[in-house]
């Protein structure tokens, strides 16, 4: 069962273009949502997140939008870089705290910024 | 910054062999997570914990046992392994408070043969 879905798989923009991360999900309870990324041969780190008490969320050059009517969210990476390039994961959790906090990720969108 | 130590870093193991792998998190986390990515699936969640003696399954259980010694300690058990749980293993560590951040250590490659 897979509870977040991510497209798409693999993504190649031209520096300069924004490119759009597309993610939904299923279970109502979801209630905070985070992207991940990853460099080739590095971990998973955070890079930006959103609860849906709004429906954006801006950090520099990255956005969230999120639809909670629709179930879905995306990023979009605006004037993309070539140190863009990266492995980006989306995923989804209940908010923190009780005993059932965990993280289910997406299966992930390679992402390739051409110069 | 938060840390998460595994080790092994990288491992080799025979088909039936018994594999621990160890994860150690110095933040005071509650939540330690074992998850494993394979390409075309992502991260997926093998079991996690929320404090010394608590264990939780996760989505992909099977073949597995964990164990979490002391808040700080948490282990991945490969009982008889199969070449199907070849992957990189990634031990993860997060507060249950508001800063609800998932802090991944470098992982552990396993090949099983």
């Known amino acids: 069962q897979q509870q977040v879905r991510q497209s798409p798989q693999s993504l190649t923009v031209w520096e300069g273009e924004t490119a759009i991360l597309n993610c939904s999900y299923e279970?109502?309870?979801?209630?905070?949502f985070p992207w991940y990324h990853q460099f080739p041969g590095e971990s998973p780190a955070l890079l930006i997140a959103?609860?849906?008490v709004s429906n954006k969320k801006e950090d520099g050059r990255f956005t969230i939008f999120f639809n909670k009517r629709e179930k879905k969210f995306s990023l979009h990476i605006a004037d993309s870089q070539p140190g863009d390039s990266a492995t980006y994961f989306c995923?989804?959790?209940?908010w923190g705290g009780g005993s059932n906090y965990k993280l289910t990720f997406g299966k992930g969108t390679l992402l390739t910024v051409t110069p | 910054e938060a840390a998460v130590t595994q080790s092994p870093r990288n491992k080799v193991t025979v088909t039936g062999g018994n594999v621990t792998l160890s994860c150690r998190q110095t933040?005071?986390?509650?939540?330690m997570y074992w998850y494993r990515q394979d390409t075309g699936h992502g991260l997926r969640l093998i079991h996690y914990?929320?404090?010394?003696?608590?264990?939780q399954i996760g989505d992909v259980p099977d073949g597995y046992k964990a164990t979490r010694t002391t808040q700080e300690d948490f282990f991945l058990l490969l009982e008889l392994a199969s070449p199907s749980q070849t992957s990189l293993y990634f031990c993860?560590?997060?507060?249950?408070?508001?800063?609800?951040?998932?802090?991944f250590g470098k992982g552990t490659r396993l090949t099983v043969v």
């Open positions: 995923a989804a959790s209940e």
């Open positions: 279970d109502s309870t979801f209630d905070y």
């Open positions: 959103i609860r849906p």
């Open positions: 933040n005071s986390h509650n939540y």
């Open positions: 914990s929320y404090g010394a003696g608590n264990l």
């Open positions: 993860a560590s997060s507060d249950a408070g508001q800063n609800t951040e998932v802090f």
